[in-house]
């Protein structure tokens, strides 16, 4: 049988960079320090008017055409996730195949639309593509600007979430990459309202006046065409689905605790990873945050955190990693990687 493998990773994050102190002059009355200490973040990069995810995804796709490994000529399926698509159709990956020159009639594109666990998702079909024989490259983007869809004046949001694009490398080849294990997933919609943006596109967003803006019971404002998250419930549903999703991504790739090298998680924001470390029993210097310069880039926040950990020198292409996220859906999810 096939397998797949992860072989290179590249990330495109926005010129313009938004402090901590910029938000803390729009937002005079709170307590920045305090903020920073929960969520672990001090500045985030925030896309332009002009520049939507699939643009970022280019860009991050380009970078990885020139890092050698991944060749435009033998990319048989483009998988993207974004919040915030080009249009409501056409799919913004057909337009992604077009701009990145992948010849025509060779690429299948997919468009799917699942937020913090989409990373997770794309490998696991990635995989499935390449195991079944019906794809040997396949190109896996995720890209996200929320600050178009985050409400000017909802400083709890804006503190969290960061604009980026990714692109991963998935090939029948091993090639010195790292192979994709077995995945565990699951789903809650009974919770679909905790994170939720009600309407809206990316490139023709529906004007605020059709919807008047309001206080919610914490005092952010909110509108329903911006993006709304309800952070305690989303804290408490990673509390309560993580621990046993690390204990069943071990089991089903039968590789104990003590051989993984590195935990990887969705980057939500520092309070709640220390706090799912910790319930899950994570040695601390296995676990992996990478969020204080880029905030919560939702979907490309595990490729994000992979390329950083490469730009440090940190050999992951000789590591066990266990990768995984929960968020939008709600949903939850994992996999393993290893040399």
Known sequence: MNKS???????????????????????PDKRMAAMKRLTGIGSRHISGP??????????????????GKADRNKIDYILFNTNAPD????????????????PKGQANTVD????????????????????SGSATNVLVLTGENSSWCVHKKDFANRLIFGD????????????????????KFGSDGERHDKIIIKYGRARHMFPECIEPDFIDEEGNTRNHTKFHMDSAAIFNFGLEVVPDLIRHLSEINQIGPDEIDYYVPHQANK????????????????????IEDVGNTISASIPVTLKKMIDKEIPIFEKKIMLFAFGTGLIWGGTIIYP
């Open 5 to 27: 493998y992860i072989q290179d990773i590249a990330i495109y994050l926005p010129e313009t960079i938004e402090t901590n102190e910029d938000l803390q002059k729009e937002f």
């Open 50 to 67: 002009d520049l939507t995810a699939g643009d970022m995804c280019i860009q991050a796709a380009e970078k990885l055409f020139s890092q």
């Open 87 to 102: 249009y409501i159709t056409p799919p913004t990956s057909c337009i992604i195949q077009d701009k990145l020159k992948i």
């Open 112 to 131: 799917i639309t699942q937020g913090c666990c989409a990373y997770i998702t794309l490998l696991n079909l990635a995989k499935a593509l390449i195991e």
């Open 164 to 183: 980026a694009g990714a692109a991963t490398l998935v090939s029948n080849e091993k090639n010195g990459g790292l192979e994709i294990g077995k995945f």
């Open 271 to 290: 309070l709640v990873l220390d706090s799912v470390f910790k319930k899950s029993n994570i040695p601390l210097e296995k676990r992996v945050i990478e």
